[in-house]
């Protein structure tokens, strides 16, 4: 089975602080991804990864960024917290390419990280 | 541009209930993936089904049913005979060909009370 973690499952910081949110999967995926989960606006991408090293930026990317220096790592980088960061975050990763004809060629979640910022 | 609507914000059931999620997306591709992903309280997300745009043949999984209507860009969820543990979250998903990345819609909030 895939298993994708998070490091935390809550997390509370102060405004102005920077924070690291880390993702780990142990499937050897190439791509991972970074949401951010809002009542009323389901999942919006923040910035997703292909390969190490290597990022693009999603729907929503102001204000985070990303690093990926080994395969199975991808850590979202709060520079500034600020409330409004206050959020649902779920990692995800899935194999290389576009989807195939594959069935379960899906993306695979973590458990989520519920940040506050005070 | 694509883009994922779940019109239903929050649906209320009573357990043995039959009860539908409706989904309906737009695209300009003709090659395109469809997901339903479950979110139980617990937060994770659950892969429950893909459906690729060249197979329209519906699926049934136990309780659950999908019925993929291209005529109408729709690729609604169906569960039969509710239960309890049906409540949750659940997320239509769209890919188009060539792209890794999923456009979620706003999700769907299921209540299933004994």
């Known amino acids: 089975d895939v298993k994708v973690t998070q490091s935390s499952r809550y997390l509370v910081k102060r405004t102005g602080e920077k924070v690291f949110l880390e993702c780990v999967q142990d499937?050897?995926?190439?791509?991972m991804f970074w949401y951010r989960q809002d009542p009323g606006l389901g999942l919006r991408l923040i910035y997703f990864?292909?390969?190490?090293?290597?990022?693009e930026k999603g729907d929503i990317p102001e204000g985070y960024s990303v690093s990926r220096e080994k395969k199975e790592r991808f850590s979202l980088i709060l520079e500034s917290a600020s409330t409004n960061q206050t959020s649902m975050y779920l990692c995800?990763?899935?194999?290389?390419?576009?989807?195939?004809?594959?069935?379960?060629?899906?993306?695979?979640f973590g458990p989520g990280t519920r940040l506050t910022v005070l | 541009a694509q883009k994922v609507t779940q019109a239903q914000t929050e649906i209320s059931v009573v357990e043995k209930e039959d009860v539908t999620l409706d989904c309906v997306y737009e695209?300009?591709?003709?090659?395109?993936?469809l997901f339903w992903y479950k979110q139980p309280p617990s937060g994770e997300l659950v892969f429950l089904i893909r459906?690729?745009?060249?197979?329209?043949q519906n699926e049934i999984s136990g309780r659950y049913s999908w019925n993929f209507q291209k005529s109408t860009s729709s690729f609604n969820f169906t569960i039969t005979a509710s239960q309890v543990v049906d409540s949750a979250v659940y997320f239509c998903?769209?890919?188009?060909?060539?792209?890794?990345?999923?456009?979620f819609g706003k999700g769907t909030m299921l209540l299933v009370s004994p």
């Open positions: 459906r690729n745009s060249f197979d329209e």
């Open positions: 995800a990763s899935r194999p290389f390419g576009t989807y195939g004809t594959t069935s379960t060629d899906t993306q695979y």
């Open positions: 998903a769209l890919s188009e060909a060539g792209y890794s990345t999923l456009t």
């Open positions: 499937m050897d995926h190439e791509n």
């Open positions: 990864s292909y390969d190490v090293k290597m990022k």
């Open positions: 695209t300009r591709d003709t090659t395109y993936y």
